[in-house]
């Protein structure tokens, strides 16, 4: 075993922001606006603020779920939102979610605007608003929540600990890898379990906690997250596999997770949505990078 240098804290941190490995540049330890900078408005009562990242696409995934059960009510504008450039610390953004983090969605629908901040909020907000992917009798709403609320808890081992340690810190530390390996790995255990016995997260319909926790288990074994399939030897959570392939194949999810999207092959990436057109004319091999 590799034993690292060892680090001894002092009596009071303070903050080098140079450290931190790739997104030294965006993490700073206090909140609040860095810039003024007004959010644009769309055309559509629903305004959301995001960019494709896991978080991002658990709520576009939800919307064009809902577009395509015919419900029109749920067209809404999608802005990208740069965390690379900091644009979630511009002041408008700020106003819409003091944590900074995307996605942020706007509802102008009611008397007055409503801002809905965190994820899983967000899926709540909207399943409850259109009556949709989630179920109605007390039983089937608490398990849905509850998994809903797993994921919530969940993925930042996954992101913040698996991830940025596998992939982003500056060096390769073996403590901290094969900690986050052991629970990224103890959590696709419990989703396996469930999923041998269920068609869904939930039980056998589809719900606001398939798409949380797919956007990032899914995506996972999938091999779209860290480049860590193999090291996390997703192929042998069959059930979790088979699940997140057929979510995968479902043409609403393949549309969430094109908008907001600043990577992969550019018919993939639509960087803001206002109409479902978008998808066959503002796709970045169609229009280039305006940007």
Known sequence: MTIETEYTPPKVWTWEAESGGKFASINRPIAGPTHDKDLPVGKHPLQLYSLATPNGVKVTVLLEELLALGINEAEYDAWLIKIGDGDQFGSGFVEVNPNSKI????????????????????????????????????????ETLSWLFWQMGSAPYLGGGFGHFYAYAPEKMEYPINRFSMEAKRQLDVL???????????????????????????????????????????????????????????PAVQRGRMVNRMSGAPETQLHERHDASDFETQTQDKIGDKS
Do not use: C
Not at 105 to 132: C, H, N, T, W
Not at 196 to 225: H, K, P
């Open 192 to 250: 396996e379990r469930q999923l041998s016995q269920n068609d869904f997260i939930a039980g056998n319909t589809y719900t606001i906690a398939d798409m949380a926790i797919w956007s990032w288990y899914g995506q996972l074994v999938l091999g779209r997250l860290y480049d860590a399939a193999e090291f996390l030897d997703v192929t042998s959570y069959t059930h979790v596999m088979n699940w997140a392939k057929k979510i995968d194949a479902r």
């Open 103 to 142: 996605p942020a969605l706007m509802d102008r629908s009611g008397d007055a605007p409503q801002r809905v901040f965190e994820s899983g909020a967000i899926l709540l907000y909207l399943a409850e608003k259109f009556g949709q992917f989630i179920p109605d009798d007390p039983a089937g709403r608490a």
